[in-house]
């Protein structure tokens, strides 16, 4: 089986780019990643990827009238890399539903929260501000609803009485490095699809909260 390929959209430090970079290491791992992009030209997952010797491209949205023009510059740059599947590993855009349907099913993203429940930001915040006992990260499809698409693994994690918000990223952090590779692997096997408004492994329609999620 070919080796599928990956690109990698970014706007921080990159440490979800890292942890599928050392995962494709592996010789038996089915995915390559072949080109990092960014709306930040300093952001350090560029590096990351220089470093691997993964080809990147720094566009940023600044120059563009609308988010509609940059999407459509963005998705020229990731057609150029014939890109199997699309990672978002800590892209901070919200994007245009062209951008969206271009891709659609196979478009995905990491959120650190067990969706549904906190869309958007400041999620170990409110997790903490809500009493939560148990907090996580969810691995889903992009649809065009913000955060919106269906689950496709999700990580939990506890809410210790006295957490800061650092101390639960960092735990919420540890399990998306091991959840996020994982999901590209699924899906570079083939095992993973998205039909209609599903997550489907194996043929399988998985459940609202995703794999294995009990």
């Known amino acids: 089986m ?8 970014i706007s921080g430090s990159g440490t979800n780019l890292q942890a599928i970079i050392d995962a494709c290491e ?6 390559e990643v072949v080109g990092v992009l960014s709306n930040k030209e300093d952001a350090y997952g560029l590096t990351r990827a220089k470093n691997a010797e993964i080809p990147t491209v720094s566009l940023s949205h600044k120059g563009f009238a609308s988010r509609e023009d940059y999407d459509i510059a963005l998705i020229k740059e990731i057609d150029n890399f ?8 800590g892209f901070m855009r919200i994007l245009t539903p062209a951008f969206v349907q271009h891709f659609q ?3 995905i993203n990491i959120h650190p929260s067990l969706l549904p429940k906190y869309q958007g930001l400041n999620t ?7 009493g939560d006992k148990e907090h996580g990260v969810s ?3 992009v649809t065009e609803e913000l955060d919106g698409g269906p689950v496709i693994l999700q990580a939990k994690v506890p809410v210790f009485d006295g957490d800061t918000v650092d101390d639960l990223s960092a735990r919420v952090h540890e399990q998306e490095h091991r959840i996020y590779p994982l999901v590209v692997k699924w899906f570079a096997e083939k095992r993973l699809t998205m039909q209609g ?10 459940p609202v909260s995703g794999y294995a999620n009990d």
Not at 26 to 31: M, R, V
Request: avoid cysteine.
């Open 124 to 130: 170990h915040q409110r997790a903490i501000d809500a």
């Open 105 to 107: 099913g196979k478009l």
């Open 26 to 31: 592996d010789k038996n791992y089915p995915g």
């Open 82 to 89: 014939d890109a199997d599947v699309i990672v978002l590993a």
């Open 197 to 206: 408004d599903n997550a489907v492994l194996d043929g399988n329609v998985l």
């Open 139 to 141: 691995v889903h499809f």
């Open 2 to 9: 070919m080796s599928s390929r990956i690109v990698i959209l």
